[in-house]
Nanobody, 122 residues
Framework: QVQLVESGGDLVQAGGSLRLSCAAS????????MAWYRQAPGKQRELVAE???????NYGDSVKGRITISRDNPKNTVYLQMNSLKPEDTAVYYC????????????????WGQGTQVTVSS
């Protein structure tokens, strides 16, 4: 009923930029936090950035100063602008939305996208 679809992943050279998008669709009453996580081969999934419905943001230590998260609430879409990319940014990037599907749902649930591959060559 709820789908999160990421786009924008690509192969890019070190120092380059990418903009990822994630659109949530389906039966959605409200979205609280939207976030980006990433998982590199052999590593645990880690938080890249998150943004609340009032646009408060939080960033992972490894990306501070290089990455900006933003959202378009009417479009249920979150963006991740990544600059000065490094080879260590190579990973599958996943979008997460914490949302309610109805007014009667008291506790919001996590929904995840399928991921988009970002590869940074040196």
């Amino acid at each position: 009923q709820v789908q999160l679809v990421e786009s924008g992943g690509d192969l890019v050279q070190a120092g380059g930029s990418l903009r990822l998008s994630c659109a949530a669709s389906g039966t959605i009453f409200s979205i609280n936090t939207m976030a980006w996580y990433r998982q590199a081969p052999g590593k645990q999934r880690e938080l890249v950035a998150e943004i609340t419905s009032s646009s408060s943001t939080n960033y992972g230590d490894s990306v501070k100063g290089r990455i900006t998260i933003s959202r378009d609430n009417p479009k249920n879409t979150v963006y991740l602008q990544m600059n000065s990319l490094k080879p260590e940014d190579t990973a599958v990037y996943y979008c997460k939305a914490v949302l309610r599907v109805s007014r009667g749902q008291i506790v919001a649930r996590d929904y995840w996208g399928q991921g988009t591959q970002v590869t940074v060559s040196s």
